[in-house]
């Protein structure tokens, strides 16, 4: 069951005993259980039948006590478990599971992993639970849910801010739906978010950010590569090697794609990339066509030794910048 699906149902009061959420994304699990804490119960309904409870802390018995308790002055009681993976004796809750209070609504958090599917915990859950199993987003998918995301809040946002805000906080949701609250805030009333707005409430560069070095690395203008690393260097977290490597070897896995399928138009790249826009296409493109296979190839290779590099492994006394330049050369050179 997806998140909306499940705040759409208590926005109409329909509530099921039990809701499961598990899994690897930590965003959708939050946004479920904080609406479940701020708006299943009104302020004065939630002094007496709203229970949270920790995991690292919380013992099985008192969370089963606190499940089977009646509402008071209500129709309905909230127990939210948070954190549940790191609650010992987890699999004990199962009694409670099988057997649930329906005028108690118990919701559980537990991220990070998914619960073991052989034993009897998610044999029970599986039969009584709406369970949410949520999973990272992979990189093709940050450009469309933070342009829905944008979208949700009544705003709108350009094609270069919105990639220019995804290449720099990359794949932490939280953050990036933290980011455009702070945007809110600064745009006094208007409704679209521009580059000149990320440049100045955000703190990325127009000129200078990590999407502008892969798109002089598609074209192959040097100059302007080291003027992007130089201002890296001055600002080291305008552009991290670590966001700057993979950035630069997702271009080249795409533009490997293309040329292994000799696509050259932005229609068909769209679809064998599985991308939601076509400006996400350029410069794979680009680099498709500026590259060869055997190039891509020899850059692809260079890139995993720069990442190793990057983490201590044979990097010699080269600093970040050192390394970046050190490898812009070489994949200037690859052809």
Known sequence: ???????????????????????????????????????????????????????KDADWAAVVNACRRYPMFADKQVVILKEAQQMRDIEKLEGYIENPLHSTIFIVSHKEKKV?????????????????????????QLVPFTAELVQSKNLSISTKALHMLVEHVGSDLSRI???????IVNLSGRKNITEDDVEKYIGISKEYNVFELQSAIAIKDFAKCIRIIQYFESNPKAGPIQLILPSVFNLFSKAYILRANNITDENNALKILELKSTYQTKEPLIAARRFDMTAIERILLTLHHYNLRSVGIGSGTAGDAGLLKELVVKIMHAA
Do not use: H
């Open 177 to 183: 739906d933290n980011e455009i609250d702070k945007l």
């Open 1 to 55: 069951m997806a998140t909306e699906k499940i705040i759409g149902d208590w926005k109409k009061n329909k509530f099921k005993p039990i809701y499961w959420l598990e899994g690897e994304e930590s965003y959708f699990i939050d946004q479920v259980v904080e609406y479940a804490e701020k708006n299943l119960l009104t302020e004065a309904e939630a002094g007496f039948n709203l229970t949270i409870f920790y995991g």
């Open 116 to 140: 073991d599917g052989r034993g009897k915990l998610a044999k029970s859950l599986k039969k009584n639970a709406e369970i949410l199993s949520t999973k990272k987003l992979y990189d093709n």
